[in-house]
């Protein structure tokens, strides 16, 4: 039933979540350093994960053959994306990096297609391009941009663009005969493996003792609604409408942390946020045409 609505509760919970997360994590980075931000967050996550699944009644033994599965997209999808998203924002100017980023879905329908779990129809990639037009209307009519030699940065979050498209093409099969949030949790050691060498030392470089209220809130809402609850919220999209559709939700985000930072910050969205999410939906409801025809 969920497959067959253009609006999928969970993935709008998401697109609300991640949206925020931009204007967020960067209150956050004024106590933490980015490195210890991305393990401190998982540290945090992963008790709360077991927690649930224990509440749920999920069982976390790994049957046979689940280990590798499992943790290779952990590894992917919740440890190297995360390493390379947030070195990459250390240097790479907001806009470029947004758009970098939002190359997430047409990386995911085309891996996904490759790998036999969608089909590339015309509507798909005709609506994903155009969505991609939005997302570029909004990230460049906005603040101006920076000058310079930031290109290292703005591959990194490339790249993390590319590994996460990977992973939720890894996560698709797992989802289809299991319960994301055990999924999700299972996968954790895969990510702590990424994690753990990138921001052990930072973690233990940080002063607590002086981090503020607003930093301590900051890391709580990434953790809880950015990580856990978001996270959760996204792979059961995924299990529902399959990968492809699922991560072209992703771009609703910038135009929602257009308006987050407005929020946050108080800057106000520009006339491109409004016709960027205009185009933005306009792709999605495009690259949906099949499926809901399909459906229906």
């Known amino acids: 039933m969920l497959a067959r609505l253009r609006f999928h509760p969970a993935l709008a919970f998401v697109v609300v979540a991640w949206g925020l997360n931009f204007s967020i994590i960067k209150l956050c980075y004024r106590d933490f350093s980015p490195a210890a931000t991305g393990l401190a967050r998982f540290l945090l996550m992963a008790p709360l994960l077991v927690a649930w699944c224990a509440v749920s009644r999920l069982n976390l033994t790994y049957s046979k053959g689940e280990f590798w599965p499992y943790n290779v997209a952990g590894f992917l999808g919740s440890g190297a994306y995360m390493v390379l998203f947030l070195e990459g924002m250390r240097s790479a100017p907001p806009a470029q990096a947004a758009i970098a980023l939002a190359t997430a879905p047409i990386w995911t329908t085309l891996f996904s297609v490759l790998r036999g779990q969608d089909k590339g129809t015309r509507e798909l ?21 920076e000058s310079g030699g930031q290109g290292t940065g703005v591959l990194l979050v490339l790249a993390s663009a590319v590994v996460w498209a990977v992973s939720v093409v890894a996560y698709q099969p797992l989802l289809q005969r299991d319960h994301p949030l055990r999924v999700l949790t299972l996968s954790l050691p895969g990510a702590f493996v990424a994690l753990l060498p990138y921001g052990g030392l930072a973690l233990a470089q940080t002063r607590f003792d002086a981090v503020s209220p607003v930093g ?41 942390a257009a308006f987050g930072a407005w929020l946050v910050f108080g800057t106000p969205p520009a006339w491109t946020d409004l016709v960027g999410l205009a185009v933005v939906m306009a792709g999605l409801a495009i690259a949906s045409r099949p499926r809901l025809k399909a459906s229906g």
């Open 125 to 145: 990639w005709i609506g994903s391009a155009t969505a991609f037009l939005g997302v570029v209307v909004v990230v460049l009519g906005g603040a101006p941009q």
């Open 216 to 256: 301590w809130a900051s890391l709580a809402y990434l953790v809880v609604v950015a990580g856990v609850l978001a996270f959760a919220g996204y792979y059961r999209g995924v299990a529902d409408v399959g990968p492809s559709r699922a991560t072209l939700t992703q771009y609703f985000v910038p135009p929602t």
